[in-house]
């Protein structure tokens, strides 16, 4: 596979304190290849460094050291520009236009005739999945989730060959989750790189191919989602039953050590501990005569992941404030 994203030793340093005398380092070395036709997730808790990438990859703000490559060509190549698009986690429009007009001028920045920006904006719009009668209502009058669908549109408006997407969820429903989840998800149908950047994990899982996740600035995991949930090991399953007798399932889960079976209004949860335990707790539950709804892993394995690493991080914390107080 070609990359098409090619980021080496990416450093950010910021300057801080009233006499900028102190230096912060927020992106510390980062070196990863994205490749092409791929939906890359890039993961990090607050202050990872996460918002600092995208914005180093824009150029809107410039590295310390180090540099990226996109499409082949480097970032500072105003050029390649217009062949990727943009929606940064904090979008802000001109607020008197309506979204049809908006779309209409990011068009006519691309250098589109005036009559096939009208195509696309209508298209675009159309495509997010916005309300027709809202095209023409100024922006100031929209929601923030409408806003998000807006910021995906004019993000797509020049068919790019990459996307970069900061926190494309934000402030939608379950239904403009959904319906979002699968136009990022068509964009890797037609050959489109994504590099997604989204605190909602489980949509990380179900969309992404690989991921990476900063921490305090740092690569500390890349790889694909298969390999990454080897490594945390076994996970616990949860089975959700309706018109369950609790009493004759109880019974029935005795032979599934550690298994635990909690009582809900319309029939059980059923927790075991481990996936290999799934077909003797659903074989429990048919002859039961209760009614399967659904059987998911309790969390997810990104999460236990960034558990994990939050951990190791408090420990190594501890350690090195013990270690100074003990030096003092």
Request: glycine share 8%; proline share 3%; net charge negative.
């Amino acid at each position: 596979m070609t990359a098409v994203i090619e980021i080496e030793n990416l450093t950010k340093d910021y300057e801080v304190g009233f006499w900028r005398q102190r230096r912060v380092r927020a992106l510390d070395g980062l070196s990863l290849q994205v490749e092409q036709g791929e939906i890359f997730g890039f993961l990090g808790g607050n202050g990872a460094g996460k918002s600092t990438t995208m914005k180093l990859l824009m150029r809107l703000i410039y590295p310390t050291t180090g540099g990226a490559r996109i499409l082949n060509r480097d970032i500072n190549e105003i050029g390649m520009h217009a062949r990727i698009g943009y929606l940064p986690e904090h979008p802000y429009f001109y607020d008197y236009l309506t979204a049809r007009e908006f779309l209409v001028y990011c068009a006519e920045l691309f250098g589109y005739a005036r009559d096939e920006c009208q195509r696309r904006a209508g298209e675009m719009l159309a495509r997010v999945r916005l309300e027709e009668k809202s095209w023409d209502q100024q922006l100031r009058k929209f929601s923030k989730g409408m806003l998000q669908r807006v910021g995906l549109a004019q993000a797509l408006v020049n068919d790019p060959e990459v996307v970069f997407l900061d926190e494309p969820m934000s402030g939608l429903d379950p239904v403009g989750r959904r319906e979002v989840r699968d136009l990022i998800d068509s964009l890797r149908d037609c050959g489109t790189t994504v590099f997604l950047c989204s605190h909602i994990l489980s949509d990380i899982e179900v969309l992404c191919d690989r991921v990476a996740i900063l921490q305090h600035g740092r690569l500390a995991h890349l790889g694909r989602l298969a390999d990454l949930r080897q490594n945390t090991g076994n996970r616990q399953m949860e089975i959700i039953v309706a018109l369950a007798d609790t009493r004759q399932m109880e019974t029935a889960l005795r032979r599934i050590p550690d298994s635990q079976l909690t009582p809900t209004p319309g029939g059980a949860r059923i927790q075991v501990p481990a996936e290999q335990d799934v077909d003797a707790a659903l074989a429990a539950v048919r002859a039961c005569g209760a009614k399967l709804i659904s059987v998911q892993p309790v969390g997810n394995a990104l999460e236990e992941l960034f558990v994990s690493e939050r951990r190791e991080e408090n420990a190594a914390s501890e350690i090195a404030t013990r270690i100074e107080a003990k030096d003092q």
